[in-house]
């Protein structure tokens, strides 16, 4: 089973409000991360947690602010954001970031618009 | 020169025909690599690994050549299922740091 899942499917929020992304595996991976995807273009990194630690942090805005409650979820938190900001967001996770072989599975995302 | 270069595409090609993506890479210190695909407002989906000179999984076969840091896709028999976005994801590890770096992608509608 390499199931990364994600909630809410769909979000549309204002520029004042704060919502959270929700993401689940139970693959026992260590590595959790998030992206953030535009239209027409590739994933962009945002975050990576290691062993629930946060290992990256790809120069991301503070208006989103992870968190990683335990080895299987990891969580989003939006607040005060921009209409740029709107995207999917992907979750996705892997075994291990020291294996060679590590490969990232990725969840269904989350489509977000900031009005 | 760009971390990850694809092929810009896109490719339109009738079905059955063979078509073969190919993406260069600049670190030579790349570990690993992948070629996922993406279907419109989908997430990427690993189609497959590579991490020694080549992988052949049905009518799929990826192959890398290392001292070119160059990796190849080829797709025979094309069905219809095939369109999608392929995107070349090369990776590297090394003590603290780490990085994925994808492609830009490139483009696949097959044609009856």
Known sequence: ???VTQTPKHLVMGMTNKKSLKCE????????????QKA????ELMFVYSYEKLSINESVP?????ECPNSSLLNLHLHALQPEDSALY?????QDLGLITDTQY?????????L | RKEVEQDPGPFNVP????????????????????????DCRKEPKLLMS?????????????QLNRASQYISLLIRDSKLSDSATYLCVVRYSGGSNYKLTFGKGTLLTVNP
């Open chain 2, 15 to 38: 079905e059955g025909a063979t078509v073969a993506f190919n993406c260069t890479y600049s670190n030579s210190a790349s570990q690993s690599f992948f070629w996922y695909r993406q």
């Open chain 1, 1 to 3: 089973d390499t199931e």
């Open chain 1, 40 to 43: 027409k273009k590739p994933p």
């Open chain 1, 25 to 36: 595996q139970h693959m026992g991976h260590r590595a959790m991360y998030w992206y953030k």
């Open chain 1, 90 to 94: 992907l979750c996705a996770s892997s």
């Open chain 1, 62 to 66: 503070s208006r989103f602010s992870p």
């Open chain 1, 106 to 114: 990725f969840g269904p995302g989350t489509r977000l618009t900031v």
């Open chain 2, 50 to 62: 590579v991490y020694s000179s080549g992988n052949e999984d049905g009518r799929f076969t990826a």
